[in-house]
């Protein structure tokens, strides 16, 4: 039934639904481009559409009461980004005896324009030994879907290659603010 309803939802706001998920039980998603606030009930809306379980990471602040509690319940985990509390090993001991766990990671961080992508998400993938899927909500298109997903290999610059040619012509709700696609690490 919410798969149903989420999929007539996109439906009457122009919005569709390219493929399905990955036929895996885990693995990192990125959720790109993110300019928007309009991304996140997007993104819960394909989720229910595809009659997803993700859980997705949001800043701490977020997770007001009683708002916070819904978004717990609905999957998301609160980080604290202005201090050094290793997200990256937290995330990676999620997946740790998870039979199933996508964990659906904003790799720019902001809504803002960047100069670089957040590397968390490819170090959580790295060491929790998950591929990577990339997703997208095409705003130039109106269509949502996923990519093929990709084993980290070690090779950052071959990997974030692999990355540029997936979101090459993707546009999020504010082109401007979608940056280039690129890590600190290359």
Do not use: C
């Amino acid at each position: 039934m919410k798969k149903r309803f989420a999929r007539w939802l996109l439906h009457l706001a122009g919005w569709q639904i390219d493929g399905a998920p990955p036929a895996l039980d885990r693995y990192v998603l990125i959720a790109a481009p993110h300019t928007s606030n309009w991304d996140f009930p997007l993104m819960m809306a394909f989720a229910a559409a595809f009659d997803m379980k993700i859980s997705w990471m949001a800043k701490h602040n977020l997770f007001f009461p009683p708002v916070g509690w819904i978004m717990r319940a609905m999957g998301g985990l609160p980080i604290v980004r202005h201090e050094n509390r290793n997200v990256v090993d937290s995330m990676v001991e999620l997946f740790s005896g998870a039979t199933h766990q996508v964990l659906v990671v904003p790799t720019e961080g902001t809504r803002e324009r960047t100069e670089y992508w957040k590397s968390g998400f490819y170090h959580i993938a790295r060491k929790a030994g998950v591929p990577i899927v990339p997703s997208y909500l095409d705003f130039g298109r109106k269509r949502g879907g996923f990519g093929p997903p990709l084993e980290v290999s070690g090779d950052v610059r071959s990997d974030m290659q692999y990355f540029r040619d997936f979101y090459a012509g993707m546009q999020g709700k504010f082109p401007e603010r979608f940056g280039p696609i690129r890590l600190k690490e290359e």
